[in-house]
């Protein structure tokens, strides 16, 4: 979404004790990336300690006005909130001079303007993926460990633009 949008300066703000699907969201980024094979795209992963006011840190030095990115991926909906009112603090506008986009989903989010750009996954298709465990469960199988992964349905939202003219 965001390449095709023109943007070629991309960053991913993780957190320092990444969780496990923070990790393959990480991958997938820096995969999509790799795939490309556009040479004048950087993407960065830069991490944070999780707190409002250490992603503000991790936000000062990415936005310097040379190398900043036009673009962000962030992997949880409270960490979009902390990273929206961050760049706001740093007198960034979004998405005007910077894109913005939450890997997650959750209510609160709809009361924040612009409406975030977002990936959600059903609940009923995320219920239907538990109830599928415990109904093996019930039956006396042995679910193991496997891992399922949900496609997310993506929002666009009005955090995300076209990469700003003067980049």
Do not use: C
Not at 7 to 21: I, M
Not at 36 to 53: F, G, L, N, P, Q
Not at 97 to 126: C, G, M
Request: without cysteine; glycine residues 6%.
């Amino acid at each position: 979404m965001l390449l095709g949008l023109g943007h070629r300066r991309l960053a991913f703000l993780a957190q320092k004790s990444p969780l496990a699907g923070d990790i393959e969201s990480e991958a997938g980024f820096l995969e999509g990336v790799r795939r490309s094979r556009d040479a004048a795209i950087h993407a960065t992963v830069v991490r944070h300690d999780t707190t409002a006011a250490g992603i503000l840190q991790a936000l000062r030095p990415l936005m310097a006005p040379t190398t900043r990115p036009t673009a962000l991926l962030v992997p949880n909906a409270f960490y979009y909130l902390a990273v929206v009112t961050g760049l706001a603090q740093l007198d960034w506008h979004v998405p005007r001079q910077v894109s913005v986009i939450s890997r997650d989903e959750d209510p609160f989010l709809s009361f924040i303007t612009p409406a975030p750009a977002r990936y959600v996954v059903s609940p009923r298709v995320y219920a239907r993926s538990i109830l599928h465990a415990v109904a093996e469960l019930l039956e006396g199988g042995n679910i193991g460990l496997r891992a399922t992964q949900l496609m997310p349905r993506f929002v666009r939202g009005a955090s995300i633009d076209r990469v700003p003219a003067a980049d």
